[in-house]
C-alpha cells in the first residue's frame, strides 16, 4: 500500500492556495490524477518524487518511509523507489539514446538492464543516436525506459504524450499499460486527456485548488447514468458558425444549433455538456 498525507502553500495563477491531499493507492493500481492546469497535480507527482518538499504530512511505500515531517524524514530522489516521465521528456541532449539509460542506472540495476528495455521500446537500431537527433515519439519512449532502469516501485508520469499527434499517442497508450502490467508497478498518470484516462487508468484522483474532491473509477467519474431518456456528453467548443456550436465529442465533430443569445456564452476550448431527449435510445453493435 502507497499512503500519503501532504499538506503545502502553493503558489497558484489565482493567488495561493493550500494543497492538502490524504490518499491510499493499492499496490499495481493505474491511478489517474485529474483536474484543471493549476490544481496541482504536478505538485502531487513532485512531493511523491521528493522534488517539491511538503511542510507537513507523511509518504509510506509498503514499510518504508519516505517522507515525515513528525519525524523529520525526507528521503532524496534518487533514494526513493520511483521512474517518473516528465511532459518535456527531460533527457540529456549530447548523450545517445543508450548513455541516457545507463546514466540512470545504480548498483543494483541488473547489467543486461539496458538491452532489454531498449528492445522492450523497440530502440535497439537507435541506441547509438544522439537525442537531440530523435523525433518526439522516440524521445519519449527513451524517457520512459530511463524511468524503468531500477525497476521502480512507482511509476509517475507527467502528461508524458500530450505533445503528440493522436495516431503516435495510441500506441504509446498500448506501450505504457503493456509496460504498467509486465514490471507490476503502481503508477501515477497525469493528463488533461479523459479518453486516456478512461482507457489507461483503473481509479482516478479528481483535484481541484490543491484538495482532492473526489475519486472512484473511470465509469464513475466520467460516465453519466441516466435512465429516464436523457443522453449526457462532455464536448469541447471547437469554433462557432453562426448559430451553431462546432464541438468535439470523444473522437467525433459535431455541429449543434444553439439560440443566438445564448452562443454568445460559449468561447473556444470550453467544456460544454450536452444533454439529448430521447424517447427511446437504441443501440447497434458496430460491424
Not at 507527482?45 to 519525524?71: C, H, T
Not at 545507463?102 to 543516436?129: C, G, I, T, W
Not at 506501450?175 to 514490471?183: E, R, T, V
Request: glycine content about 6%.
Amino acid at each position: 500500500m502507497i499512503s500519503f498525507s501532504l499538506q503545502k502553500k502553493l503558489h497558484a495563477a489565482s493567488g495561493n492556495m493550500l494543497f492538502d491531499i490524504n490518499h491510499n493507492i493499492k499496490p499495481g493500481a493505474f491511478v489517474g490524477i485529474y483536474g484543471a492546469s493549476g490544481a496541482g497535480k504536478t505538485s502531487l507527482l513532485r512531493m511523491l518524487a521528493g522534488f517539491l518538499e511538503p511542510e507537513k504530512g507523511f509518504i509510506k511505500v509498503q514499510d518504508a518511509e519516505w517522507y515525515n515531517s513528525d519525524k523529520k524524514i525526507s528521503l532524496a530522489p534518487q533514494k526513493r523507489s520511483i521512474g517518473f516521465v516528465f511532459q518535456d521528456y527531460a533527457l540529456f541532449p549530447n548523450m545517445t539514446v543508450k548513455e541516457n539509460l545507463v546514466f540512470a542506472m545504480d548498483n543494483a540495476s541488473p547489467k543486461n538492464v539496458v538491452e532489454e528495455l531498449l528492445a522492450l521500446v523497440e530502440l535497439e537500431q537507435l541506441h547509438n543516436r544522439k537525442i537531440q537527433t530523435l523525433s518526439g515519439g522516440q524521445k519519449q519512449r527513451v524517457a520512459l525506459a530511463r524511468a524503468l532502469v531500477r525497476k521502480p516501485e512507482l511509476l509517475l508520469l507527467d502528461e508524458p504524450l500530450s505533445a503528440l499527434d493522436e495516431e503516435l499517442r495510441d500506441k504509446l497508450q498500448s506501450l505504457i499499460f503493456s509496460i504498467h502490467k509486465q514490471f507490476n508497478l503502481t503508477t501515477l498518470l497525469v493528463s488533461h486527456d479523459m479518453a486516456e484516462m478512461i482507457r489507461l487508468t483503473s481509479e482516478i484522483i479528481f483535484i481541484k485548488d490543491g484538495v482532492a474532491e473526489k475519486g472512484g473509477s473511470p465509469v464513475e467519474m466520467f460516465a453519466t447514468a441516466q435512465s429516464n431518456g436523457t443522453l449526457q456528453l462532455t464536448g469541447i467548443v471547437i469554433d462557432k458558425i453562426s448559430d451553431e456550436l462546432c464541438l468535439l465529442i470523444g473522437k467525433d465533430l459535431f455541429r449543434i444549433k444553439v439560440d443566438e443569445k445564448k452562443i454568445m456564452e460559449f468561447k473556444k476550448g470550453d467544456t460544454v455538456m450536452v444533454h439529448m431527449e430521447t424517447k427511446e435510445i437504441k443501440l447497434h453493435k458496430g460491424l
